[in-house]
């Protein structure tokens, strides 16, 4: 009984000193934004910005943010999203389109 106890204590001590992981988001391809809307390449409304912004739309893997810009640090004053926040690979369009998103969850 006293040895079950006492590797119960020691599972726990160990448990509570383990070093938790600090994370700036989910994001490994870049910065996560914040679009008004999340698209297909295929739909008419991005067909047509990707053809303004010189993008084959056949080149486009993923969604397509439409109207995004970027949230630097998640849960700092200012920086909400009540659109849709996404990790898109290719941002390069000064917000109007970001290539390569894929929906995440901000609020863990």
Do not use: D
Request: glycine share 12%; charged share 5%; aromatic share 2%.
């Amino acid at each position: 009984m006293q040895f079950k106890l006492l590797a119960l204590s020691a599972l726990a001590t160990l448990a509570a000193a383990t070093p938790l992981e600090t994370r700036q988001g989910q994001c490994n391809t870049g910065s996560i934004q914040c679009c008004n809307s999340v698209q297909s390449a295929n739909t008419g409304l991005v067909q047509g910005l990707l053809g303004l912004l010189g993008v084959a739309v056949g080149s486009v893997t993923g969604q397509v943010g439409v109207t995004c810009s970027p949230i630097s640090v998640i849960g700092a004053g200012g920086n909400s999203c009540s659109a849709q926040p996404v990790c898109c690979s290719n941002n390069n369009f000064n917000g109007v389109v970001a290539l390569g998103c894929t929906p995440i969850n901000i609020n863990l």
